[in-house]
C-alpha cells in the first residue's frame, strides 16, 4: 500500500456540490473516448460493473454495450452521488441499470459475477492500487475483462501560456501525490502484468477549444481540494491564483489540452 494512501471509502473529492456538477461534465467529455474503448474490446455480454460510477460514468456506455438482456451495475459509496446518478438512469430510461451503494475495500458484491469491471479515476484519488486491481479482479469472471481509466498528467496545458492555472495544476498533482497516487495512470500495465494479466493500453488527449467548460478543471478541483491543498499552499497565494485564472480563462483566444487519459484493460484468464 501506498505511505500515504487514504482510508477505505475516503475519496478525496467527495462530499461537495461542485464535485457532481464536475463529474457529470467529466463524464459527458470523456464518454467518446470510452465508447471507441469498448469498441477495442468487442461485442458486449452479459453483467458489467461500474466501480464508483458517481453521477453518471459509464453507466449508459454500458447499458448499450450489454444490450436489453444485459444488466448494470454501477456502485458508490456516497449518496449524493448514487442519487444524482438514479436521476440520471431515470432520466434516460436505463432500464437495465441497477445502483448500489458498496465499499469497495468491503464489497458486498458476488466475486466472479461479472463479464466487465470498469474503474475510471479511482486508483488515482483513492491510492490503493494492487488492493483496488485485486478486488476488480475478484469480482470479474473467467474470460472476463477489467477497465482502468487514469489520467497521466503531461499533456494538461493552455495555449497561449497561462501561468496561474498551470500553477493550479501543479498543486493537484502534489495533492494526487500526497494523497492518491497522482502516477496511477502511468502504472496501469505494471499492475495487470505483475498480477499475471496480459493487458492492452490505449490514450487519448482532447483539445478544448476557447469557452468551453472543460477548461475550468483546475479551478474546479483546487475548489473540491481545498481543505487539502491548504496544508501546504498559503491561503492566500491560492486565492490569488484563482482569481488570476478566471482572468487568464476569460481571455478570448484561450485553448487548451486536456491531461492524457490511460486507458487499460485485461482480461481474467
Known amino acids: 500500500m501506498e ?5 477505505a471509502g475516503e475519496y478525496l473529492l467527495a462530499g461537495q456540490t461542485s464535485e457532481l456538477e464536475r463529474l457529470q461534465l467529466q463524464s459527458r467529455v470523456w464518454e467518446p473516448s470510452g465508447q471507441r474503448l469498448l469498441e477495442a474490446i468487442g461485442p458486449g455480454r452479459g453483467r458489467a460493473l461500474d466501480v464508483g460510477c458517481g453521477v453518471l460514468g459509464w453507466l ?3 447499458s448499450r454495450w450489454v444490450g436489453p438482456d444485459g444488466e448494470v451495475v454501477g456502485t458508490d459509496i456516497d449518496d449524493a452521488m448514487l442519487a444524482a446518478a438514479a436521476q440520471f438512469v431515470k432520466d434516460e430510461q436505463l432500464s437495465n441499470v441497477r445502483l448500489i451503494k458498496d465499499d469497495l475495500f468491503a464489497t458486498a458484491l458476488e466475486p466472479a459475477s461479472f463479464d466487465l469491471v470498469h474503474a ?15 478486488t476488480y479482479l475478484r469480482l470479474t469472471h473467467h474470460g472476463g475483462v477489467v477497465v482502468l481509466e487514469d489520467p497521466d498528467w503531461g499533456s494538461w ?3 497561449p501560456p497561462a501561468p ?5 495544476i501543479t498543486f493537484i498533482r502534489e495533492a494526487f501525490r500526497r494523497w492518491g497516487d497522482a502516477e496511477a495512470g502511468r502504472k496501469q500495465l505494471q499492475l495487470f502484468r505483475r498480477v499475471g ?13 476557447p469557452g468551453h467548460p472543460y477548461l475550468r478543471l483546475p479551478l474546479q478541483f483546487t475548489t ?12 492566500t497565494e491560492l486565492a490569488r491564483l484563482r482569481t488570476e485564472a478566471e482572468a487568464e480563462l476569460k481571455e478570448p483566444e484561450r485553448w ?4 492524457t487519459l490511460i486507458q487499460s484493460w485485461g482480461r481474467v484468464a
Request: net charge negative; aromatic share 6%; proline share 3%.
Open 3 to 7: 505511505e500515504n494512501a487514504m482510508a
Open 60 to 62: 449508459r456506455l454500458l
Open 120 to 134: 475510471r479515476f479511482e486508483l488515482t484519488p483513492l491510492g490503493r492500487v494492487e488492493e483496488q486491481l485485486a
Open 157 to 159: 496545458h493552455f495555449n
Open 164 to 168: 496561474a492555472l498551470q500553477q493550479l
Open 197 to 209: 494479466v496480459e493487458a492492452n493500453v490505449r490514450a487519448e488527449v482532447l483539445a478544448l477549444p
Open 224 to 235: 473540491a481540494l481545498e481543505a487539502r491543498l491548504l496544508s501546504f499552499v498559503d491561503a
Open 256 to 259: 487548451g489540452t486536456t491531461f
